[in-house]
């Protein structure tokens, strides 16, 4: 064998590799390609996915703000009621207060009448 030999042994295996890399990277084209179209696919998705998302978003701000404003108009029922409260307590204080006078001044008047009523039927007894 000479030098010429090995050199050409050399590059025919150097050759065989090239050939057998090709092959192999024309096996891996179609699976690149698949790859690269689901790829794309998902890119478009999400920028559907991306307006449907920043759409939720801006409704639930929405949201959050009739939820911020029904907590106030409760705090606002909540106050209210508590000066309600007050104002129904003083109220029923006045009136369990007119009553009581009331009564007792009906009683009075029921004994002044009683009284006379006695001091009558002793004068003509």
Known sequence: MGVYTKRAIDAKEEYDKLVQQISDDQKEEPAVLYLLDVVNALTVQFDDILTKMQAALEALGEIKGLFL???????DAITQMGLAKG???RNLFLRKLFI???????VMQWQNVSTQIRSEFTIYR
């Open 100 to 106: 009581s006078k009331a009564i007792d001044k009906s």
């Open 87 to 89: 104002t129904i307590d």
């Open 69 to 75: 404003e029904q907590a106030r108009s409760y705090q």
